[in-house]
């Protein structure tokens, strides 16, 4: 028996869209406004620390009585091997020399934060009505912690096979994240890329296998997409792309004016800026080294050897080695609040 019919209700939002929480691109301030307009607001919490996520928490709650959901990923960190990373560094010296920078000098930074006991002791006070998982679920104990003060617990699908797992392990309800979709990839059971497909052929497939309520992501910006991601089976729908340029959202102008530009309609899937496949707008590192390069170190290894060419370019004014996150469909992206986008899908509800 399926619950879709009361979804919303039972995340307590007035409209069944869901904000998608975009790491490096936002902080309460996008959350805030999403919830204020009548979705549910998302505050990622895979790249802050510990200070941070509670000083994000309780700038929602002070802002806001609507209900929030923050996000994790559950990745399991891996052990760095110095001939993976030799042979990344060799791989991107030539870019090192061109703007005078010493690769010899890169530290492995402290990446993505997996979820842990830790940022349960900073959630508990809070009590986020919502808790969400990038990469899978965490362990039981983990889900039982977080369950217990009344969190509905969602998790991205990318495959049917992800679905039903999904469902096995105790999510309430998936988010089921088709090709178009920009940023990481959820998939956690295959590192195949040719398992992902698009929203409107994975939505129905898994509306036939699992009886949990299904939150359709990737490539809705405008209301006829809502339209048609309802008819085949979608409860709700997260959004991410369209809230981009939105005032409230941090990313730089650089991104901006991407997104806003011819270049957003060739997007491609990369694990260069984190070791994981994850969509954005292509740029000359993806052009030369190839979107997909097995040179890469695993999530989220190869972040640290990015980040001083990314600052590099980026102080000239060149988005050349930045994660351009992008969806698909970018056509809706415009510096217009978030509740202005928020009103306007809700037409195709």
Known sequence: MTLSPSLHQRLGIELPILQAPMAGAQDSALAIAVSRAGGLGALPCAMLSLEAMGEELAAFRAATSTPLNVNFFCHVP???????????????????????????????????????????????????????????????????????????????????????????????????????????????????ITTQMGTLALLPQVRDAVDLPLIAAGGIADASGVAAARALGADALQIGTALLCCPETTISAIHRRALQSEAARHTALTNLYSGR????????????????????????????????????????????????WAGQNASRCRPIPAADVIAELAVGM
């Open 78 to 192: 891996p052990e760095p091997d110095s001939g993976v990373q030799a042979r990344w560094h060799k791989a991107l010296a030539p870019f090192f020399a061109e703007f005078g920078l010493d690769i010899d000098a890169v530290t492995q930074g402290p990446g993505r934060r997996p979820f842990d006991h830790q940022a349960c002791e900073v959630l508990e006070p809070f009590r986020p009505e919502v808790v969400s998982f990038h990469f899978g679920l965490p362990d039981a104990v983990l889900l039982e912690r977080v369950k217990a003060w009344g969190a509905t617990v969602l998790s991205t699908a990318t495959t049917v096979e992800e679905a039903r797992w999904l469902e096995a392990q105790g999510a309430d309800a998936l988010i089921v994240q088709g090709l178009e979709a920009g940023g990481h990839r959820g998939m956690f059971l295959s590192e195949e």
């Open 277 to 324: 496949p994850a969509r954005g707008i292509v740029t000359r590192l993806m052009r030369e080294l190839g979107p997909m390069a097995e040179v890469a170190p695993a999530f989220p290894l190869a972040t640290s050897a990015i980040a001083p060419l990314r600052a590099a370019a980026e102080a000239t004014g060149s988005g050349d080695f930045s994660p351009l």
